[in-house]
Each structure stands twice: as C-alpha cells, then as structure tokens.
C-alpha cells in the first residue's frame, strides 16, 4: 500500500497509531476531518512517506522529534490545527526536498 486517502469523511477519535506499520505508505491524506488528540511518534517509521497531510482537524500537542526520521517528506500539511504548538524537527530545515508545508492556523513557530 503506497497511498491512503480518508481525507473530507467526518472520521472522529485519534488518529490511529498503528497507521505507523505501513512501511510503504508513500502518501498520507487524513485532513478535514474531526480527528483529535496527538500526532503519533508511530509515525517515525513511515520512512518512505513523501506527503502528510492532518490539516484540518482538531490536533494538540507538538510534532514529535522522531518524525526527523521521515527523511523522504517533500510536503507536510498541519494548518488549522489550532492547539498544534511548537516546532518542526531540526532536520527538516535543511531539506531542500521539504518545499511544500502549511501551518497557518497553528502554534508552530519554526524549527527547532
């Protein structure tokens, strides 16, 4: 499985950590929807994902420092998450490939 798209389907709860086990997942789209609680450090092995996309919902809490292992992202979206806080991984920062991120409507203010 290379793509998994529930984004626009009114999905509650968190979302879920065993999402982490799709090794191959390449794409990633679960926004607009009503998903609350923490993004999941699970994520930290999706090594191979080049798009995320949770904006949209009603996450809290920090992107988890071990998200730096996703070293193929080249596009993030986390905007209108509004109790997002926080940075970004370090590592991100000097990926040219990292071109496209939103966090507009967030608290994320930058790398770290």
């Given amino acids: 499985l290379e793509q998994m798209d529930f984004s626009y389907n009114q999905l509650s709860g968190t979302i879920p ?7 191959n997942l390449k ?10 609680g ?15 996309g949770v904006e949209v919902n009603s996450l809290v809490g ?10 193929q992202l080249k ?3 986390l905007n209108v998450n509004p109790a997002l ?6 590592a991100w920062s ?6 496209k991120y939103g966090l507009a409507a967030t608290q994320i ?4």
């Fill in 85 to 90: 806080r926080g940075c970004l991984p370090k």
């Fill in 109 to 112: 203010t930058g790398f770290c």
């Fill in 94 to 99: 000097g990926k040219v490939s990292l071109g």
């Fill in 17 to 23: 950590a065993s999402l982490g086990s799709l090794h």
């Fill in 38 to 52: 923490t993004l999941a450090d699970s994520f930290k092995a999706l090594t191979a994902l080049e798009t995320l």
């Fill in 75 to 77: 596009s993030a979206w």
């Fill in 62 to 71: 920090t992107v988890p420092a071990s998200w730096a292992s996703m070293k």
């Fill in 27 to 36: 794409w990633l789209h679960l926004g607009v929807n009503n998903f609350s």
